[in-house]
């Protein structure tokens, strides 16, 4: 499968010398995809000197969400004259084919990065919201390959997409592979790696670790019908449950369980409830009405 997300082929992409040739390419046809900085600059101009690596930082930074385009008014003066360039160093932003921002002279490194942040949001999220829900529907079809391929290809687009490393990792767990869907999270960012999308993600790895393991439902609901207070039987049952499918079912042994004896085995029943609403979607039915029912026997 092949999809398109922007256009960060490394700096030399983000980043080019732009002649009086080019400039058609590079800047106006370049900015109906993504936004263009345009830096009017010349060797002799010691503000240049600042500015102009300042500006490619910025740009870089901004991870393939707007481009940079370098303009020697020295060696096109044409250009120069037809963006009415009176003094330099001269920015423009182009999007869409036209020129929506700018400024002239150096100015402080904040004004540079404000600068543009401002012109990267111009071109919105470079299409990576769609190509998230694209990844997802793929995942929830079963087209595992596809989706673990286009979440990879987010995180070329943006290493912090906290939805793409979800993602990936849901595309193990898919396969039933716990220890990969585990060090593809461990691989996230660590300003990422507590967001609710990864710590959700972890909690199914631990569910799907237990189901590993998880005993035959007949006898463990025999074992429960004859004993309800054997509360391992009763525990195991519920991940027995889950790891059939049936989370309400799991959820409301596990309630039961809290019900008659809420400091077993170190509270597990509670904890246990708490992993599986955290693998549940934070709008999930189950996830609210159990944890509803949890609180309200809790405050007892």
Not at 163 to 186: C, I, K, P, S, W
Not at 245 to 254: K, P
């Amino acid at each position: 499968m092949e999809i398109e997300l922007g256009q960060t082929d490394g700096a030399a992409e983000l980043i080019k010398d732009v002649s009086e040739a080019t400039f058609m390419q590079d800047v106006i046809e370049a900015s109906q995809e993504v936004p263009v900085i345009v830096d009017f600059w010349a060797p002799w101009c010691g503000p240049c000197k600042t500015l102009g690596p300042a500006l490619e930082a910025a740009v870089t930074e901004a991870g393939g969400k707007v481009r940079m385009a370098k303009v020697n008014v020295d060696e096109n003066q044409m250009i120069a004259g037809q963006m009415r360039v009176q003094s330099i160093p001269t920015v423009y932003a182009f999007f869409q084919g036209q020129p929506v921002d700018g400024f002239q002279g150096a100015v402080p490194p904040s004004e540079i990065n404000a600068f543009v942040a401002r012109v990267a949001e111009l071109g919105g999220d470079g299409g990576l919201a769609d190509a998230i829900a694209a990844a997802d529907e793929m995942l929830e079809a079963g087209e595992v390959q596809d989706a673990a391929q286009t979440y990879a290809a987010i995180l070329e687009e943006d290493p912090n997409s906290v939805a793409a490393y979800a993602g990936l990792a849901r595309t193990h767990l898919a396969v039933d592979n716990a220890d990969d869907a585990e060090a593809t999270l461990n691989g996230a960012p660590a300003e990422i790696s507590d967001a609710p999308e990864i710590e959700a993600v972890r909690a199914q790895i631990e569910l799907a670790r237990q189901a590993e393991s998880a005993g035959p439902l007949a006898e463990l609901r025999a074992a429960v019908d004859a004993n309800p207070d054997d509360h391992q039987s009763r525990f195991d049952l519920a991940v027995a449950m889950n790891a059939d499918g049936d989370v309400q079912g799991a959820v409301d042994e596990l309630l039961e369980l809290f019900r008659r004896d809420r400091d077993w085995n170190d509270a597990a029943a509670k904890q246990q409830l708490f992993t599986l609403f955290d693998a549940l979607d934070a709008k999930d039915p189950i996830a609210l009405t159990g944890r509803r029912k949890l609180s309200s026997m809790i405050f007892v």
